[in-house]
Nanobody
Framework: QVQLVESGGGLVQAGGSLRLSCAAS????????MAWYRQTPGKQREMVTT???????NYADSVKGRFTISRDNAKNTVYLQMNSLKPEDTAVYYC?????????????????WGQGTQVTVSS
């Protein structure tokens, strides 16, 4: 089991910056990929960015060049630095961790989610 707690959300003006944190606890040594997703009312949750256990990153086109994900394995924490924020970045941001359990040579992914943190960007 993995528990995730996000922090750092809030209200910011367009063009501003915020830094989100996600602290993991529990079976943290089993975490593979960590990620940030976001969701607005009436829409599906969308992937913002991912980071693998080796540090490889992936970003949604809408945030490339503005957002940066980083991971401190010693602190079991992943960060999301958000710069040049736009009103369309307003959403609830969720931290995600993927644990892969291999049984009889068959890998099975398990997904864990934080409670979410609200980010609001005013125009």
């Amino acid at each position: 089991q993995v528990q995730l707690v996000e922090s750092g959300g809030g209200l910011v003006q367009a063009g501003g910056s915020l830094r989100l944190s996600c602290a993991a606890s529990g079976s943290t040594s089993s975490i593979n990929t960590m990620a940030w997703y976001r969701q607005t009312p009436g829409k599906q949750r969308e992937m913002v960015t991912t980071i693998s256990s080796t540090g490889s990153t992936n970003y949604a086109d809408s945030v490339k060049g503005r957002f940066t994900i980083s991971r401190d394995n010693a602190k079991n924490t992943v960060y999301l630095q958000m710069n040049s924020l736009k009103p369309e970045d307003t959403a609830v941001y969720y931290c995600n961790a993927v644990v892969i359990v291999t049984t009889s040579l068959v890998p099975t992914p398990y997904f864990y989610w934080g409670q979410g943190t609200q980010v609001t960007v005013s125009s």
